[in-house]
């Protein structure tokens, strides 16, 4: 699959793409930066995304086995349409961990699968939810309807013992007495 593509119309969405995917990915725990591109006649921006850790050994251990992921978006305006493209960060120490395990530690040979995986499916991810952003879509889950609370049932007093109970109690709570 193509992780490049030139959307018609969609240049003046450029700002609001990045902000949606900045709210996505840092609800997610990802460090993001958005540089600008300027050259020339050239103007657009990078969204940049990695996975983020909070303890730095993890991260080290992460990095060391091939489990990290990262991913760019490079955004290119020209004229009304847009220029967007997935890149992919982190491919090399991917690459470094299965040779690696081919000679020395061969069960990494399995963490570095995991990593590419994990790598391509990021991409994947990216690239379908700035689409879907771009054709006025929504890349998150749609939500399902709000249905309000059903109104609190009156409340009524037990007969044998008078405490307060409501309709949809068939015994009271706190003496047992069975209600109509």
């Known amino acids: 699959m193509s992780r490049k593509t030139v959307v018609p119309g969609a240049a003046l969405k450029m700002d609001a793409l990045v902000q949606h995917l900045e709210d996505r990915y840092k609800a997610r725990q ?4 958005v540089l600008q591109i300027q050259d020339g006649a050239l103007s657009g921006k990078l969204f940049q995304m990695k996975e983020a850790s909070d303890n730095s050994w993890l991260s080290s251990v992460k990095n060391m086995s091939g489990l990290t992921t990262a991913a760019t978006l490079k955004l290119i305006a020209q004229g009304q349409d847009l220029e ?3 890149l992919g960060g ?6 470094a961990v299965g040779a690696v395990s081919l000679v020395v530690l061969w069960p990494l040979i399995i963490t570095s699968g995991i990593g590419a995986w994990k790598q391509n499916t990021l991409l994947d991810e990216l690239y379908e939810s700035a689409s879907l952003f771009l054709a006025g879509g929504s890349s998150r889950i749609p939500s399902t309807p709000v249905t309000p609370p059903p109104p609190p049932r009156p409340l009524t007093r037990c007969p044998g013992c008078g405490q307060p109970v409501t309709g949809a109690m068939k015994f009271c709570g706190d003496c047992g007495h069975k209600l109509a």
């Open 30 to 33: 990802f460090e993001v930066q």
């Open 84 to 86: 967007m493209e997935v």
């Open 90 to 95: 982190k491919w090399l120490d991917k690459v």
